[in-house]
Structure formats: structure tokens, C-alpha cells
């Protein structure tokens, strides 16, 4: 009864107008006076960002703060797959015949994820990420790779949570949830780097609508509120790390793998 009572929340909590409702606060200036509390709560590295907290004029632009020079070092090695995010892995395996399987108990359709995208066909054998964002995290999103833009879709959707309670208890949110997908091409291939929107998020922004290429840890887009970024690698591209597994945390920068040279 309990759960069901949670998941009826959470359907009606995905409606546009509480997220508008929500966002407009957290850009007003009357939510600057929340931004000690809200760092308090999330346990959030304040020193880490480039200004001072009594420097931003709203709790939204506390969020969506960038962070001093050199506080997330980018792995430079050529053929390595960056972290675009600073993140908790909440899935990390091969694409099998084009599903997901067992995403925190479901299997995802990564056609359907994809919104049924003809490039759908290069992804089929690929690997792939779902990285967790939570309001502790840092909230700016950087390119995983030096490449070219490819393609990129604006998909709308609905807003539901994309933390445990949302991945578990609701029908594939990943799939559900707006979201905007831009599809990459690098020196091995290409990638889909899908940002999925979440409750109380009113928008997920490029940092440059007209960007079409970008360096490896190059700002891409920042999200308002916690999130989720899914990553998917083209078919026999790519081997993780041992070490990025679900449940371990990683920091935007960071290495996820490698790519394997197809010459």
C-alpha cells in the first residue's frame, strides 16, 4: 500500500506546473537564503566552487555552479572514455541485441531510449553507463571524448525522479523522461550521450546551442537539479574499467575505459 501510495506521488509530482512552480523559487532571489542550508544538507564541497556562496544571486545558479580551474583533471590518454559527469554508476554492461538488461530490475529497449532513431542500429552491441546525478553532485556536464557532433534530438517527456525510488518502483523512466541526445563521432567510433531530466528539473541547457565539436572534458551542457546521464558506446568500440562498476562513484574526468582501435 505504502509503495503505492509513493508512486501515485510521484505521477502526480511529474506535472510540468510543480516543476515550473518549483524552478521559478529556485531562481528567485529569495532562494539565496536557502544555499547555507542546502550545503549543509547535500554535505556539498562549497570550497570547490569558483565563487563564494554569498556570490550567487539564486539557489538555481548555486546549482549550476562551475568549479575552480583544475578541481576535475580530464585522463588526456587519447583512446580513454572521460567521465562526462561527476556521478553514482547506477548501471554499467554490454547492450545485448539492443536491450539494457537489469537496470535496477528492468530492461530498457535502447531503440525506444533512442526514441526509435535510425542510428539505433549502430548501438545494438554496444556498452553502456547510467550515471546518477544527486543535488550533492557537481551539475555541469563535459564531453566524454574530442569528436564531432553528429546529430542531436530534443525529445519531450515527463519528469520523474531518476534516483533508486524512480529507477525501481516506476516503469522505465529512462525511456519516458525528456530528454536531449547528442550523438558524437571520434577517432573510434561514435556515441550517444543522452541527458535524461528528472523531477523538479525544468530544463537540461547546452552551454552552446551552436557548438559542433568539442575537446574532451569541453563543457557540454548542465542540468537544473539532480539527474541522469545514460552514455552508450558503438558496437565493439569500447572495454570498461574492472573498476567502474554499479555502485561506485566517479568524478567527472575520470577514465570509464578504453576504446579499442578497429584499423
Known amino acids: 500500500m505504502a509503495k503505492q501510495w509513493l508512486r501515485l506521488m510521484t505521477e502526480l ?19 539565496r537564503h536557502v544555499i547555507p542550508t542546502f550545503i549543509r544538507t547535500y554535505r556539498i564541497a562549497a570550497e570547490e566552487a569558483e565563487r563564494d556562496w554569498t556570490d550567487y544571486a539564486s539557489l538555481n545558479e548555486f546549482f549550476t555552479r562551475r568549479l575552480k580551474p583544475g578541481m576535475r583533471p580530464v585522463d588526456e590518454t587519447p583512446n580513454t572514455l572521460a567521465s562526462p559527469v561527476d556521478a553514482l554508476i547506477t548501471f554499467a554492461g554490454d547492450v545485448e541485441a539492443g536491450t539494457m538488461l537489469n537496470v535496477k530490475g528492468q530492461d530498457y529497449s535502447v531503440e525506444e531510449l533512442l526514441n526509435y532513431s535510425p542510428r539505433f542500429e549502430k548501438y545494438k552491441h554496444g556498452y553502456a553507463f547510467v550515471l546518477y546525478l544527486s543535488p550533492t553532485d557537481y551539475h555541469r556536464i563535459h564531453c566524454p571524448v574530442t569528436g564531432k557532433l553528429v546529430e542531436k534530438e530534443h525529445i519531450k517527456g515527463k519528469v520523474y525522479p531518476v534516483n533508486d525510488f ?11 523522461n525528456e530528454r536531449k541526445i547528442a550523438y558524437i563521432q571520434h577517432n573510434y567510433g561514435e556515441l550517444a550521450l543522452i541527458k535524461v531530466g528528472a523531477m523538479n528539473v525544468s ?24 539527474s541522469t546521464v545514460v552514455l552508450i558506446t558503438e558496437d565493439d568500440t569500447f572495454k570498461p574499467l574492472e573498476s567502474a562498476v554499479v555502485g561506485s562513484r566517479i568524478r567527472m574526468g575520470q577514465s570509464l575505459g578504453h576504446f579499442v582501435d578497429q584499423a
Do not use: N, P
Open 13 to 31: 509530482s511529474s506535472r510540468k506546473w510543480v516543476c515550473r512552480l518549483v524552478g521559478g523559487f529556485a531562481q528567485s532571489g529569495a532562494s
Open 166 to 176: 524512480g529507477l525501481t518502483h516506476m516503469r522505465t523512466v529512462l525511456s519516458r
Open 203 to 226: 530544463s537540461i541547457q547546452y552551454t552552446d546551442e551552436q557548438a559542433k565539436s568539442w575537446t574532451k572534458g569541453e563543457e557540454l551542457a548542465f542540468f537544473q537539479f539532480g
